[in-house]
């Protein structure tokens, strides 16, 4: 099969209208099993630690509270009928006629969310969104807009999870950031899909003076196949944008997930990171960073593990346009080195002991910065993700 | 502690080590002295049970039973512990975690023993991400003492130290060798605490420094994958030190 096959979704295959409409007070209503595998996408049922929550069920909005006076949380819908279509906002990053799924989220539009700071708002406790998917043959079509105001902070934590029922889905995705002058958007993903979900998210962001966008993107579980590229434009002097991800491809999992920066004005940083491990599935992972202004700095490095049979795609390019940009990469794609698990060895750990613990090394996502809670959800994913990888 | 008998030892196609024999008693720190080249790493290398050191003919006994084919690992748990002289980095593994892997099911108190190596300070840092010679060997230590190995295998522990972290690591080899630092307490004579833990050395070095702070109690040279020349560690370097290896050849044809 192609790399063009196996991106390539049948829409008509999956059911976009029709899903049964449920409105929650609290996120401890949904069944106990479904609970635990929002918390496997990095989600706070209790709510504890968050400024808000937006909860998207198949087909509508389920949840959509703000805790904290200075974020506004709304469903996309209510938001369009709010701010009269949100003409400023809603389709402006990303393009409309862009391909196939792009025209598809542009017919049916299911919810999503709309989130916006106050100026000069720094909202403390994160914002958590989750895009959950119970059914059969669920297409779901999400829209989802961020406006981080000037001089305002908040960081989004999105989780995206399948009910343990979930035989097949599709998800749909478009998500518009605009982070204006002095701002700052930590956007940070956690996907816990499943072996038969098809995900195609579509994301640009808009970075003003001085703004700073980072995002944290973490893929652990099996997926059937993911094709995501988000696009960071900055625009404005002095923005910076960082991506982190960490992915593992499953037997059978398809995964083609790669970020791009456009360096558009003077001083701007842009930095893509990913650590990508196989452990029989196929992952490509192209980076781009594009410098069209001086003085402009960016890096981009992949460093790809082959654990077992499995594909690793490093694809990274630099694009200068302009004398005196300072573009640069690192890209590895291998496997453990047997010096370190010797190291290791020497120390009284065994094969399995040495190897569990360099992976866990690799995956380790204190770059990342998360809060306390969510790092430690994270590290307990991956010591589950880790019983199935060797 | 460790016998080692006709030992023979390929790397690829090339015989390092030709034929070694060697006992190292409990308690005892021998000290190995040798050109470059000559084979003593690869002596230490083998004793641990690194991939890539075939050995071809003779064995290895530690506390009485065959380690010859023995996994690293089980060497390690066993009893042997080695400094290495330049370990990888590990990206995401602190050394703080790493020192309590070492410890195994044993309870350390990391902290405590990371200020005896001055070595707080990097806890928190990956393994070996762009530590110094001095920081490799103090990391080193601190990993060994968690370790708290029967048998000490410690190649060059001088090299890229300055002096002044010389003394540090210098003393804590000491300590590891005297089974942890035992003092005096009441109820048990020093004696009779020696008694209860001994630990051996295997000491590889090319300038001396370290016999400053050890009891050495033997040496011997390497010279082209043959052990020679047995006597007092002090002797042998003052003898070297005035003569360089010559006498090596003469004695070994």
Redesign the interface.
Known sequence: MSQLDKEKVKLEEYVFSGGEKIELQDLREIDVEDQEELELAGVDVKEEERSGTYLHLNHTKAVCRSKQEGVEILDIKDALDKYDGLPEYFWKAVDKDKDEYTRKAAEVVHGGYFIRTKKGAKIKEPVQSCLFIKGEKIGQSVHNIIVVEEDSEVHIITGCATSHKVQSALHLGISEFYVKKGGKLTFTMVHNWSEKVEVRPRTVGIVEEGGVFQSNYILLKPVKSVQSFPTIYLNGKGSIARFNSILVAHPGSYINSGNKIVLNAPDTRGEIISRAITTGGELIAPGVIEANSVPAKGHLECKGLILSDGIIHAIPELKGTKEGVELSHEAAVGKI????I??????????D??TS??V?????V?IMGLPKKLKESIDKIISETEKDMF | MLVIEDLHVKIGEKEVLKGINLEIKEGETFILFGPNGSGKTTLLMTL?G??GYKVTKGAIYFKGKNITDL???ER??MGI??S?QR??T????KTRD?VR??A?DRQVDVEKLAQKVNFVDFLDR?INAGFSGGEIKRSELL?LMA?NPDLLLFDEPESGVDLENMGLIGKVVKELLSGNGHEPKPGMSMKELKELRKVSGLIITHTGYILDYINADRGQVMYQGKLCCEGRPRDILEHISKYGYKECIRCLN
């Open positions: 080195a047997q010096e370190e010797e190291y290791l060895m020497a120390r009284g750990l065994d094969e002991e040495a613990t360099i866990r090394g690799f995956l380790n204190d | 641990m690194f991939s996994p690293m690992y390690a748990r512990g080695m290495f370990p990888p590990i990206h995401g593994l790493l892997l070492c195994r990956d990993q370790q």
